[in-house]
């Protein structure tokens, strides 16, 4: 049974359609990344799920019950924000338990929760601290801790990594991995971050201007992309989009797409297509090649060879099972 249900969804702001008739479903257990860029309306949606917002058409059901329009303290529902939102009087003990205050916990009770969570997540040395005396990773572990104390039906996280530098971000999304595992935790999870929705997400949807355009595993979404908007989203770099004639394929297709890392660096080769360097990303093991290729720029991931440099001529072959075709409004038609 879905934990969270989200039908024909709808909400404007005076001229602008934030989000236009939505629907999607969030599995018992499941951790559903919502992806996009900015101005998507995927923020938008948790507020409407946390009834920090009200929508203009659509209702939203928890558990089979339709909390459409109830209070955002009685939805059993927990959000973690960006900014991470703690009172910055409290100590890390006193605002992990606040929320079990207020809903009248015993002080037993309170303390054997903080105790339990503050444990889990390997915060137990900061209790007594005040959130001015922590660093960007421990506020956000707090932030976590003070939603998951309450063991809600489900978790809301609004971009909790962002404001974190690359190499935390990285550490902090390996343990909401664990923590979602040994949870078996229902979450809800915004980002901007495709990398970020390929690597957590059970499954992802991917937004645009207030609509899902496609909601998958991330493999489905990475190997079989719907419109050419998932297709050059997802995955870095992005796939490349070129008309039929570059890779001289007769096909009713208006455009094909090809992964970087499905072109293969060939010399000599009949059916191979030339092109010059315009420039090179180096990443350690590999290095991404752009260059024009018939006046189309393309991108070919190639070992870090350091003779392959600006300015040289290469030839290219694509992996044709791995090409995709594409139509005249952007839609899937089908792989290679």
Known sequence: MPRLVLSDISKRYDDVIALD???????????????????CGKSTTLRLIAGLESLQAGNIAL????????????????????????????????NLGFGLKMKKMSSSKIKSRVKETAEALDIESLLDRKPG?????????????RAMIRKPAVFLFDEP?????????????????????????????????????????D???????????????PQQVYNEPANTFVASFIGHPAMNLVPPSVFRLETDATLVGIRPEHLIISVNNPGSIPGTISARQN?????????????WEITVRAPADPRLNVG???????V???LHFFNQTGLRISNG
């Open 312 to 318: 040289d001529t290469i030839e290219i072959i694509p």
């Open 133 to 145: 005396q922590l660093s960007g990773g421990q506020k956000q572990r707090v932030a976590v801790g």
């Open 320 to 322: 044709v099972e791995n």
């Open 203 to 217: 499954r992802i949807a991917v937004m645009k201007d207030g609509q899902i355009q496609q909601l998958g595993t």
């Open 161 to 201: 990594l962002s404001n974190l530098d690359a190499k935390l971000r990285v550490t902090l999304r390996n343990e909401l991995i664990r923590l979602h595992q040994r949870l078996a935790a229902t979450i809800l999870y915004v980002t901007h971050d495709q990398i970020e929705a390929l690597t957590l997400g």
């Open 283 to 295: 990443t350690g093991a590999d290095s991404f090649l752009t260059g024009k290729f018939k006046e």
């Open 21 to 39: 008739n939505v629907s999607f479903e969030v599995q018992d257990g499941e951790l559903l990344v919502l992806v996009g860029p900015s101005g």
């Open 63 to 94: 558990n089979g019950t339709d909390i459409t329009t109830t209070a955002p303290k009685d939805r059993d529902i927990a959000m973690v924000f960006q900014n991470y939102a703690l009172y910055p009087h409290m100590t890390v003990r006193q």
